[in-house]
C-alpha cells in the first residue's frame, strides 16, 4: 500500500518535474527524480526485510524529499500548488512509516 503511494506520487509530480527550466534540469530535477525513486526503492526494501533499520532509512528518505520540494518551491521550479499536494501525500506515506516503526519497537 504504502509502496503504490509512493508510485502515485512519482507520476503525479512526473509532469511538473518535465517543466522544469533546462538550466535547472540536471541540479534539481534528475536529483529529484532519483530520489523519488530511492524512496520506493527503501520502501520495498523496508517490506520485504522487516528491519527496523531499513524503515528508518526510508523515513530518512522521506525527510529528504521533503527538503527537496520546499527547495523547488523557494527556487520557483515547481509550482507552490503542487508542492503543497505532494508535500501531502508525502506527509501521508511518512505517517504510514510512522505507524511501521511503531510497530516494530
Known amino acids: ?41 527503501r520502501l520495498i526494501e523496508a517490506a520485504t526485510s522487516g528491519q527496523k533499520s531499513k524503515v528508518y532509512r526510508a523515513d530518512e528518505q522521506i525527510r529528504y524529499l521533503h527538503a527537496l520540494l520546499r527547495h523547488g518551491a523557494e527556487r520557483r521550479l515547481l509550482g507552490a500548488k503542487r508542492v503543497g499536494e505532494a508535500a501531502g501525500q508525502l506527509s501521508e506515506i511518512g505517517a504510514m512509516v510512522g505507524a511501521w516503526r511503531q510497530r516494530l519497537k
Open 1 to 41: 500500500m504504502v509502496v503504490s503511494k509512493a508510485e502515485r506520487l512519482i507520476a503525479d509530480l512526473g509532469p511538473q518535474i518535465d517543466r522544469i527550466p533546462k538550466h535547472q534540469r540536471y541540479r534539481f530535477a534528475v536529483r529529484l527524480e532519483a530520489a523519488l525513486w530511492e524512496l520506493v526503492r
